[in-house]
């Protein structure tokens, strides 16, 4: 059992329905998920169910579950509704798509979900682009977060089915985020993995933004972009110009057996032991930053 409460701010909820949606001639989430070598998701209130094992056998009090392609928040849905003191739902959002402002409206009424996922190098849109205002506009209506994923973008399973990935990655900018973020003070914004290779330009938008925040998740392959950078080195930049209190931490977990991805925990709790962060700013980026935005309803 970890000492410490944990929140986990990023996981991803790979639903029957992510599996068909995703590769809809793939013949059904069994026949997809045995060509991955993972074990089926099953309903989704058992997949659900297993998560909140999972959780309870490293001690994780709450995570955050993504809807990880448009089309499946009402897997995501189910699940938070399943376990609301457990889970708050996260959904990929495409702006860009027909009928988006109707989508996004249901989302975040009907299923109550918390978090709009913005993709722009996978769905084609610019973050300061005016339909970005748009889901900013609804977000702050209705008191969501926006979630938007900058830099490199590499989607594993995609990879591995050999599905095409022309992402364009000159889209993830965090600078046109903040342009767009800092006309809407009351929506708390999230940027994975320190900006995913846009680590400069995250911490130069988030200095100018203070409704910023970023998630520390994933093995943060990024690193390999930048000479010499270590993620000891990221924390500690990070830390001096966010501080512990808009820093979340995340692991990027996603499907079974794998499961919820504890070295991720343990290294960067031991990154900030060495770096000397004390208990109360540790207790704030491991579980209270994730409480503060997403208060148990």
Not at 13 to 30: M, N, Q, T
Not at 144 to 159: D, E, I, N, S
Not at 213 to 228: A, E, M, Q, R, V
Request: charged share 20%.
């Amino acid at each position: 059992m970890i000492p410490h409460m944990i929140n986990d701010a990023h996981c991803h909820f790979f639903s029957s329905r992510f599996l068909e949606l995703l590769a809809p001639e793939g013949g059904g989430a069994d026949a997809i998920a045995q060509r991955l070598q993972w074990d089926a998701p099953g309903d989704t209130a058992a997949l659900a169910d297993r998560w909140v094992a999972e959780l309870d056998r490293h001690g994780v009090a709450r995570a955050a579950l993504i809807a990880s392609i448009p089309g499946d928040g009402g897997s995501v849905a189910e699940a938070v509704t399943r376990h609301p003191q457990r889970f708050a739902g996260f959904f990929m959002h495409n702006p860009a798509a027909p009928g988006a402002d109707a989508i996004l409206t249901r989302a975040l009424t009907e299923w109550r979900l918390r978090t709009v996922c913005l993709f722009p190098a996978m769905h084609g849109y610019r973050l300061d682009d005016e339909r970005v205002d748009a889901v900013f506009r609804t977000a702050s209506d209705h008191g969501a977060a926006v979630f938007a994923h900058c830099g490199v973008l590499t989607v594993g399973v995609r990879k591995k089915l050999g599905l095409p990935s022309r992402f364009d990655l000159r889209l993830g900018d965090p600078l046109a985020l903040a342009r767009t973020a800092l006309g809407y003070p009351n929506v708390p914004v999230i940027v994975p993995h320190f900006g995913a290779g846009y680590f400069r330009e995250a911490l130069m938008a988030a200095d100018q933004c203070p409704t910023i925040h970023l998630d520390t998740s994933s093995s943060n392959g990024w690193i390999k972009f930048h000479p010499g950078l270590t993620l000891d080195h990221v924390f500690r930049q990070a830390l001096a110009v966010l501080g512990p209190s808009r820093l979340l931490f995340g692991t990027d977990s996603s499907f079974f057996p794998r499961g919820w991805q504890r070295p991720i925990h343990d290294e960067q709790r031991r990154i900030l032991v060495d770096l000397g962060v004390g208990d109360t700013d540790q207790t704030a980026i491991f579980s209270g930053n994730f409480d503060r935005l997403f208060p148990r309803i």
